[in-house]
């Protein structure tokens, strides 16, 4: 049974970091493009930053670009998004998406497999 299992979500103040990890069982992440969306309340869920097999290449929405940082550690099975100077409008609950095969091609890849969220709230 697959499990992406995300943790390191909470409320912080403006200006804050936050490292959010995932790990994965039943699937080798080496084996498959690994990302982050969110979705905040009233809005539709977004991709935030996607990493390659490889760790080589990665992606970025414009709105995190330079504040955010995606990785992998693929001998843990397990991928992070380092989250720094964190905005309000950065709130939202969290995902991990492991995508179908090792291309991501873009932020917005297509993810066979969802976790189950962890919850970011930034306070102004």
């Known amino acids: 049974q697959v499990q992406l299992a995300e943790s390191g979500g909470a409320s912080v103040q403006a200006g804050e970091s936050l490292r959010l990890s995932c790990a994965a069982s039943?699937?080798?992440?080496?084996?498959?493009?690994m990302g982050w969306y969110r979705q905040a309340p009233g809005k539709e869920r977004e991709g935030v930053a996607a990493i390659s097999t490889g760790g080589t290449a990665t992606y970025y929405a414009d709105s995190v670009k330079g504040r955010f940082t995606v990785s992998r550690d693929n001998a843990k099975n397990t991928v992070f998004l380092q989250m720094n100077s964190l905005k309000s409008e950065d709130t939202a609950m969290y995902y991990c998406a492991a995508g179908w095969g090792n291309y991501c091609g873009n932020v917005d890849f297509v993810p066979r497999r969802w976790g189950q969220g962890t919850q970011v709230t930034v306070s102004s």
């Open positions: 039943g699937l080798s992440i080496s084996n498959h493009c």
